[in-house]
T-cell receptor, first 114, second 116 residues
């Protein structure tokens, strides 16, 4: 079945540091890939997505590229801020007989210190 | 501000109580979802409604009973819950029904449920 593996957290960085959160996936079909972010006390928000190989998703300074050859979708940001502290979930969506469903990674807790 | 509204934000209930969680969206989305999220874990899918019909039930115990009265509303009726059911319950919606792989989910902020 489908699965998503994220780098283990937690990750702690200083403000303005470079961020990479690794994500690799296993899927039988041609999935779409997503990064969701969950701030404390809130639900999940879509951060960015990519629907086919070599697509790059980007939003709020974050970006991730859909790499079919390495089955990866790593999240990067050049300069993190304290306000980026949150839990980040990588997810894939593959088409099933009842419609698609999301498969989430375990999540990576990011803390950015001033 | 989230476009998926969930009420109440917090709920404490005893094991013999009956309560309901409510979810509302006005984006014209055709698929709606219930997820359960335990602390420090990803959300787990419980139910999916597509065009107001139940399309996916992930073998959820019958003490959880979903209802979709119309295309904008989704309820989750709770009865005889156990303490291990304490969790954050998230509602979500997506544009297409049946859900499309390209259609992202829009989540509400959840109801924090505690079963005593």
């Amino acid at each position: 079945g489908d699965s998503v593996t994220q780098m283990e957290g937690p990750v702690t960085l200083s403000e303005e540091a470079f961020l990479t959160i690794n994500c690799t996936y296993t899927a039988t079909g041609y999935p779409s890939l997503f990064w969701y972010v969950q701030y404390p006390g809130e639900g999940l928000q879509l951060l960015l997505k990519a629907t086919k190989a070599d697509d790059k998703g980007s939003n709020k300074g974050f970006e991730a590229t859909y790499r079919k050859e390495t089955t990866s979708f790593h999240l990067e940001k050049g300069s993190v801020q304290v306000s980026d502290s949150a839990v980040y979930f990588c997810a894939l969506s593959d088409q099933g007989t009842s419609g698609s469903r999301l498969t989430f990674g375990e999540g990576t807790q990011l803390t950015v210190n001033p | 501000d989230t476009e998926v509204t969930q009420t109440p934000k917090h709920l404490v209930m005893g094991m013999t109580n009956k309560k309901s969680l409510k979810c509302e969206q006005h984006m014209g989305h055709r698929a709606m979802y219930w997820y359960k999220q335990k602390a420090k874990k990803p959300p787990e899918l419980m139910f999916v409604y597509s065009y107001e019909k139940l399309s996916i039930n992930e073998s959820v115990p019958s003490r959880f009973s979903p209802e979709c009265p119309n295309s904008s509303l989704l309820n989750l009726h709770l009865h005889a819950l156990q303490p291990e059911d304490s969790a954050l319950y998230l509602c979500a919606s997506s544009q297409e029904g049946p859900p499309s792989r390209n259609s992202p989910l829009h989540f509400g902020n959840g109801t924090r449920l505690t079963v005593t």
